[in-house]
T-cell receptor, first 113, second 115 residues
Framework: AQSVAQPEDQVNVAEGNPLTVKCTYSVSGNPYLFWYVQYPNRGLQFLLKYITGDNLVKGSYGFEAEFNKSQTSFHLKKPSALVSDSALYFCAVRDPYGNKLVFGAGTILRVKS | DTGVSQDPRHKITKRGQNVTFRCDPI?????LYWYRQTLGQGPEFLTYFQNEAQLEKSRLLSDRFSAERPKGSFSTLEIQRTEQGDSAMYLCASSLYSGSDSPLHFGNGTRLTVT
């Protein structure tokens, strides 16, 4: 069965610095990978996805993610963090033969000014 | 695109009572999902529909839980004889399924508190 691990409960970064939120996955076959963001008392918002092709995927709000098949990782990145990026971030995987998303436990991102 | 709408936003109920939540998906979306999220955890899959057919149910969905999607439009999730362990955020999502790369669009959730 597919699974996702987000090894950091929280990531702290200063505004203007680059940020990375880590994700590793386990799935049989080729993975379909997603990142979502959740603000307090809100649903999840889609940021970006990797299906195939270029290992660097660009998404919403200046975020990007790097797919690494040998390390089974899909880390979320942003070159310059904003205070407004502070939120809860979820990595998710969907088996191409399955029909649902399996989410990680989430990582809290705190960006301080 | 008015987004996925869930009602109510908050529900407080006493243990043993029945509750029903409603989800209105994005109008052209053929798939509808229910997830449950507890504090400090990622969303856990409960069930999903393609049009009006319920195609998969999680083992998390006990006999006290039932979901419907009549006519393939809105969906309801009912919990009978609620327990304190049912307290969680219940999230609905929809997608226009054209392959496994279709992202899910989530509503803002219904927060259930069982006292």
């Amino acid at each position: 069965a597919q699974s996702v691990a987000q090894p950091e409960d929280q990531v702290n970064v200063a505004e203007g610095n680059p940020l990375t939120v880590k994700c590793t996955y386990s799935v049989s076959g080729n993975p379909y990978l997603f990142w979502y963001v959740q603000y307090p008392n809100r649903g999840l918002q889609f940021l970006l996805k990797y299906i195939t092709g270029d290992n660097l995927v660009k998404g919403s709000y200046g975020f990007e993610a790097e797919f690494n098949k040998s390390q089974t990782s899909f880390h979320l990145k942003k070159p310059s963090a904003l205070v407004s990026d502070s939120a809860l971030y979820f990595c998710a995987v969907r088996d191409p033969y399955g029909n649902k998303l399996v989410f990680g436990a989430g990582t809290i991102l705190r960006v301080k000014s | 695109d008015t987004g996925v709408s869930q009602d109510p936003r908050h529900k407080i109920t006493k243990r043993g009572q029945n509750v029903t939540f409603r989800c209105d998906p994005i109008s052209e979306h053929n798939r509808l999902y229910w997830y449950r999220q507890t504090l400090g955890q990622g969303p856990e899959f409960l069930t999903y529909f393609q049009n009006e057919a319920q195609l998969e149910k999680s083992r998390l969905l006990s006999d006290r839980f039932s979901a419907e999607r009549p006519k393939g439009s809105f969906s309801t999730l009912e919990i009978q004889r609620t327990e304190q362990g049912d307290s969680a955020m219940y999230l609905c999502a929809s997608s226009l399924y054209s392959g496994s790369d279709s992202p899910l669009h989530f509503g803002n959730g219904t927060r259930l508190t069982v006292t």
